[in-house]
């Protein structure tokens, strides 16, 4: 599970921050959001790329966005992988996601749909806690994947359970914020690409399995952020 400690600290070392409204970005990735006005946003180094969340005690309203590179894909057209993304990963999916780490997921709605940012995501609605917890400490997730050449950019918004419905909206409107710009690093600049045959140009098991890591992360990340 990825370590975070508190919110406070993590935008202690956030290498930027910007002024409510304002797109925030990570650069690298070329990745834009959007978040509500008045929250706290803060960036880090991969794979904790963007974190935000809300001033209100009551709903813990978050959202973080976590990210790695991924060497299989970077030969690969966002066309492709669109393509390949096209039918959903299946509910078994997100539970199993979390069950590596201990987490519950309670899967509420899933599916695959093209994104205004010209991706198809990998998208659920779940509620999320840890086994055994208490059942005021679960949190409602909104959660979407996606796969780009070269890397996977998943971003999760959270607030307690209770909270939820009133927050819906906002959440979701993070989550249709997300943009892609120019990436400030060449995809294939770490290392040479993968030597991908055009037969075989598909999203594959193995990718997926890079995905439900990255979900996982972004999980993780949510539980630690509303402590």
Not at 111 to 132: C, N, P, T, Y
Not at 151 to 179: F, H, M
Request: aromatic share 6%; with cysteine; glycine share 8%.
């Amino acid at each position: 599970m990825l370590r975070l400690g508190t919110f406070a600290a993590a935008v202690a070392m956030a290498a930027m921050a910007w002024a409510a409204g304002d797109p925030s970005r990570y650069e690298k990735y070329g990745l834009e959001i959007v978040f509500p006005e008045k929250w706290i946003v803060g960036s880090g180094e991969a794979p904790l790329l963007l974190m935000s969340r809300s001033m209100d005690q009551v709903s813990l309203a978050n959202c973080v966005a976590t990210g790695e590179d991924v060497a299989a894909t970077r030969t690969m057209t966002q066309e492709d992988l669109n393509q390949g993304l096209s039918q959903p990963f299946g509910e078994d999916f997100w539970k199993q996601v979390y069950a590596a780490s201990g987490l519950v997921a309670e899967v509420k709605s899933h599916g695959a749909r093209a994104h205004k940012s010209g991706v198809m995501i990998q998208e659920a609605v779940f509620d999320l806690s840890k086994q055994g917890s208490a059942p005021d400490s679960k949190m409602s997730v909104h959660q979407a994947i996606f796969v780009r050449p070269g890397n996977t950019v998943v971003v999760a918004c959270s607030a307690r359970a209770i909270a939820y419905p009133k927050q819906k909206s906002v959440l979701a409107g993070v989550i249709e914020s997300v943009r892609f710009g120019a990436p400030s690093v060449p995809v294939a600049a770490a290392e040479e690409p993968v030597a991908v045959p055009v037969k075989d140009k598909a999203f594959a098991p193995d990718d997926a399995e890079k995905a439900a890591s990255s979900a996982g992360r972004a999980g993780s990340a949510l539980i630690e952020l509303s402590r």
